[in-house]
């Protein structure tokens, strides 16, 4: 069984990862320079997800942000495979080329 960072891959059933991708954001804090936008993710697939986050510009080039990523399953249904709850926290500059 092949296995990335500790976890086994999602194809071990051989079927394809597809499935519905939805995504929305939307302006939660009407702030002239650093309005706060809410984020909700859907993945589907056997390894179905639902992702929350909020995100906030400190300047036109840098921001932050924080996602959770929550599985709709437990596990993948051919190999059992514990699926990850995943916390995610980034600071991003932009930078043109």
Not at 1 to 14: A, C, H, I, V
Not at 23 to 49: C, S
Request: no cysteine.
């Amino acid at each position: 069984m092949t296995q990335s960072f500790g976890f086994k891959r999602l194809d071990t059933d051989r079927k394809h990862n597809n499935g519905l991708l939805f995504g929305l954001d939307t302006v939660i804090i009407k702030d002239a320079k650093r309005p706060v936008t809410f984020l909700a993710d859907y993945f589907g697939g056997p390894a179905a997800t639902v992702g929350l986050g909020l995100t906030q510009n400190f300047t036109p080039k840098l921001n932050w942000a924080v996602s959770y990523y929550l599985p709709t399953k437990s596990k993948l249904p051919v190999s059992q495979t514990q699926l990850p709850k995943q916390l995610w926290v980034a600071l991003t500059y932009y930078h043109s080329l």
